[in-house]
């Protein structure tokens, strides 16, 4: 699980965050990407409520899972109170890329949301340059204090593109190439001849054009129905929020709200 972790009653209701953000250095506080939670052989949830956390911060234990991150608070803004770290030093991170410069000890390297790490030679100890997913990172072989690493921005299925497929939902489907996209509606079509980019802030802003249909039979003549639109919106995770809006009258056709590889629910014109 990525972000935020949640307590919930055994309905499946979510009381409140456990854990809400990643904070450099992690000393009382879980990581917000876990891996694992398990609780003791003994645990109750009466007189023992003590769970463990494996996350990208190590290992964590939390006494009573009840109290943590505040004890109940819907509106947590920095849920981190009630975990102790077992670390005990362990410096354990996996890394995607490191760069070194040979004639000094200086070595660069981009972990897993563990920021971007470096090493000056001293002991076993590391020092964070900057926040988040590290990457690919490398030092100047010339001058060791010129470093570069890369932050990994994931704002999708595909960090810098919408994902190729289907996306669907109420009265709309869109299909995603490599070249762009083709949009059906209940009583119209669009199309999108451009590649969909995706902004660093998940922003999608693309020309195309958009027809739309009448019942009854339709004339074999598509172009003389396209009317420029722009289609732009935001992408979270699998779910694409998309306004369509006719250029020349600046006329908003609809927002709709599409989810990657979902069953569309059209109703065609008869």
């Not at 410096?91 to 920021?115: E, S, W």
Request: hydrophobic letters at 30%.
């Amino acid at each position: 699980m990525n972000g935020a972790r949640k307590r919930q009653t055994r309905a499946g209701t979510f009381i409140v965050t456990l854990i809400l953000v990643f904070r450099l250095p992690v000393v009382s506080a879980d990581h917000a990407d876990h891996h694992v939670i398990v609780s003791p052989p003994n645990f109750d949830n009466t007189s023992i409520k003590t769970i463990f956390s494996g996350d990208d911060g190590g290992w964590y234990k939390a006494a009573d899972w009840s109290t943590v991150g505040g004890g109940g608070s819907s509106d947590c803004s920095s849920c981190t109170s009630g975990w102790t770290s077992l670390n005990n030093n362990l410096g354990v991170t996996q890394f995607y890329g490191a760069g070194a410069n040979p004639p000094t000890p200086r070595v660069l390297g981009g972990p897993q949301d563990n920021g971007t790490l470096v090493y000056n030679g001293r002991g076993t100890s590391l020092t964070s340059e900057f926040g988040g997913d590290g990457g690919c990172s490398t030092v100047d072989p010339t001058n060791a204090n010129n470093l570069c690493g890369e932050y990994v921005s994931y704002a999708g299925p595909f960090a810098d593109r919408l994902a190729q497929g289907r996306w669907g939902g109420e009265h709309v489907v869109l299909t995603v190439t490599e070249k762009g996209g083709h949009a059906e509606f209940d009583c119209a079509s669009g199309d999108i001849a451009q590649p969909i980019e995706i902004g660093s802030d998940g922003a999608i802003d693309v020309r195309g054009v958009f027809a739309p249909d009448t019942p009854g039979p339709q004339k074999r003549e598509p172009e003389s129905r396209d009317k420029p639109a722009r289609y732009t919106g935001h992408i979270a995770g699998r779910t694409l929020t998309l306004t369509v809006t006719l250029v020349d009258s600046n006329e908003t056709i609809g927002t709709f709200s599409l989810t990657y590889d979902a069953t569309p629910n059209l109703r065609r014109c008869r």
